[in-house]
Each structure stands twice: as C-alpha cells, then as structure tokens.
C-alpha cells in the first residue's frame, strides 16, 4: 500500500501534506511499500473530482480523514473507495455520506507520536499559508521580528515545526495544519486571513468536527501579494479581488516588504484576538475514535 497525498507543482515542501508520510508510518508501522494497487489517502483536502485521475493506478482506495472543499465535487463515490473515516460533516454532507464517517482530521493523532515541550518558550507565532511563505516569507519573516513573536514557516522539516509549535503560547495560524496540531498539542491558537486564498470550508468543517465555532482574524496583506489570488486549486479560478483586505489601500502604496496598516493590524491580533483550543474531553473522544477506525484497517489488512 502506498500514501498519496498532494505535492505542489513548484516543488516546495508543505506542512500539512508532508505531515502524512512522517504520522502514518509511525501509526501503522509494516504498512506502506511502493505498490500504488492500492494507496492510502490520509491528510489533505483531496476529496474531489481530480482525485480518481491522480490516483489512476489504484485499484482500492482507503480514505482516512481526508476532506473534500478544493475544486469541485464527486458526482459519486467511486467503488473501489474505502472511506475509513473523513475530516468532518461539512465533507460528509458535500459527499453525501452518513454523518458517521465524519471524525476529524487526522493530524490530530500528532500528540500520539509527538512529546510536547510543556515550557512555552514564545508568546506568539504566526505560520503563514504555505502560498504566502513562498511568496513573502522575507517580509513575514521581517514582521515578526518587529513584533517580537516567532515565525514558522510550513516548509521547515515536520519535527522544527512540531518542536516550534509546542514550545508556543499562542499561534497564529494561516495554516490549518499548523492549528491542527496546535490544538492536539494544546497550544492555543486563532484563525488568521491575509487573502482570499484561504480557504473558509475546510477551516469550517475541521472546526465544526471539534466544536469551535470558525472566527479567522483578517489581515490586510502584505505590499509584495499579488493583487488577485491566482493559482488556486479551487475551481474558482477567476482571480478574487482584494476588495474586503482594502484594494484600494494597497494600490497607493510603496512596494516595500511591510506597511503600517500590517504592522497595526498584527499588533490589535496580538492583543486583542481571542485564543481557541477545543476541550480535552473532546480531543481525547477524537482521538480515541481515529484510533478505533485505524485499529479496524489494521485489522483488516487495509
């Protein structure tokens, strides 16, 4: 059994992608080899209609925690498809599936591999979406240091980032991975938007399945984004205006790496956003019902 999961076209290495070939082989050792008859597909939002033509050479699919939300939906399941266990019931419902199948994601079951540091060396750091490190990592990076809080950025090595995260009192997260496992390693954390990149259903669904409501901070961005959110792996690919981040704002500004509206809006986050962290009860129940679910695929071979 092989593991898919998305790799982006440029080559650059992405926290919540990466995530799945360092947890599943330590979740289920003796499991993986490189025979794609039949693969496994686990963190990621790749419940789609591109999906059975990126997988072309299965001939069985396991779904594990996966969620649906980028391009557009399946008009059906196909057959040859195993869902174990999916993200969430916004997922579930997209895909028609009973409302059982939805867990959550399952880069939760981190805290089952990962020892967290219990001294909280940072206040504050923020993980930006792997879309905006590689565009303006420089001047997040420059960001950060003018508000003394930490920076991650979602192409460090998996264990830097876990390290990094752990050892945070409150991160803020672009990236939902970086907030998947901030919550399974009980560091707080608060929802950020700097564009229209991010993607709201796939925050909603993972927020819905641990019972937080989704209340993202916005942040007007940075002078070096690109004025349309281009690239996009949805099917809404006809470029979004920046209107509600402040088009009009940035259009008149000098192209340098920060702006005082940046700085301002970073500093009212830090002080004012409220942290969320989903309670232990329900982190043990998720938890414990992956576990179940994966303790089934062992079972049954996959």
Same mark, same amino acid.
């Given at each position: 059994?092989?593991?898919?999961y998305?790799?982006?076209?440029?080559?650059?290495?992405?926290?919540?992608d990466?995530?799945?070939?360092?947890?599943?082989?330590q979740?289920l050792?003796?499991?993986?080899d490189?025979d794609?008859?039949?693969?496994f597909?686990?963190?990621?939002?790749?419940?789609?209609?591109?999906?059975?033509?990126r997988?072309?050479?299965?001939?069985?699919?396991i779904i594990?925690?996966?969620?649906a939300g980028?391009e557009q939906p399946l008009?059906?399941?196909?057959?040859?498809w195993h869902?174990?266990?999916?993200?969430?019931p916004?997922?579930?419902?997209?895909?028609k599936l009973?409302?059982?199948?939805?867990?959550?994601?399952?880069?939760?079951l981190?805290?089952?591999?990962?020892? +967290?540091d /219990?001294?909280?060396a &940072?206040?504050? %750091?923020?993980?930006p !979406?792997?879309?905006?490190?590689?565009? =303006?990592?420089?001047?997040?990076?420059?960001?950060?240091?003018?508000?003394?809080?930490?920076?991650?950025?979602p192409r460090w090595?998996?264990?830097?980032?876990l390290q +990094?995260? /752990?050892t945070t009192? &409150?991160?803020? %997260?672009?990236?939902? !991975?970086?907030?998947?496992?901030?919550? =399974?390693?009980?560091?707080a954390w608060?929802?950020?938007?700097?564009?229209p990149r991010i993607?709201?259903f796939?925050?909603?669904?993972?927020?819905a399945?641990?019972?937080?409501?989704?209340q993202?901070?916005?942040?007007?961005?940075?002078p070096?984004?690109?004025k349309?959110?281009?690239?996009?792996?949805?099917?809404?690919?006809a470029g979004?205006?920046?209107?509600q981040?402040?088009?009009q704002?940035?259009?008149?500004?000098?192209m340098?790496l920060?702006?005082?509206?940046t700085v301002?809006?970073?500093?009212?986050l830090i002080?004012?956003?409220?942290?969320t962290l989903?309670s232990?009860?329900t982190?043990e129940?998720l938890?414990t019902q992956l576990?179940d679910?994966?303790?089934?695929?062992?079972?049954?071979?996959?």
């Amino acid at each position: 059994m092989k593991i898919f999961y998305y790799r982006r076209q440029d080559g650059q290495p992405n926290f919540g992608d990466e995530l799945n070939t360092w947890l599943w082989p330590q979740l289920l050792p003796d499991f993986f080899d490189d025979d794609d008859s039949t693969q496994f597909i686990g963190t990621g939002t790749l419940l789609n209609h591109r999906l059975p033509e990126r997988t072309t050479d299965a001939q069985r699919l396991i779904i594990f925690s996966s969620g649906a939300g980028y391009e557009q939906p399946l008009s059906q399941i196909p057959p040859h498809w195993h869902i174990a266990c999916g993200r969430g019931p916004l997922s579930a419902n997209r895909l028609k599936l009973p409302a059982i199948t939805a867990i959550t994601d399952g880069g939760s079951l981190e805290r089952r591999c990962f020892t +967290a540091d /219990s001294k909280k060396a &940072v206040s504050h %750091a923020f993980m930006p !979406h792997i879309h905006h490190a590689n565009i =303006a990592d420089v001047a997040w990076n420059t960001l950060c240091e003018t508000m003394g809080t930490g920076y991650i950025d979602p192409r460090w090595p998996i264990e830097q980032i876990l390290q +990094a995260i /752990s050892t945070t009192e &409150v991160l803020l %997260a672009e990236a939902m !991975h970086g907030a998947i496992v901030a919550d =399974a390693l009980r560091t707080a954390w608060i929802p950020v938007v700097t564009s229209p990149r991010i993607l709201s259903f796939k925050w909603q669904d993972w927020c819905a399945s641990i019972g937080v409501p989704y209340q993202p901070w916005r942040l007007l961005p940075l002078p070096s984004y690109p004025k349309y959110a281009r690239g996009l792996r949805s099917s809404l690919r006809a470029g979004w205006l920046w209107t509600q981040w402040g088009q009009q704002t940035l259009t008149h500004q000098p192209m340098n790496l920060l702006n005082q509206s940046t700085v301002d809006g970073m500093a009212s986050l830090i002080k004012q956003g409220r942290p969320t962290l989903s309670s232990d009860s329900t982190l043990e129940r998720l938890t414990t019902q992956l576990e179940d679910a994966l303790s089934s695929l062992k079972q049954s071979g996959g």
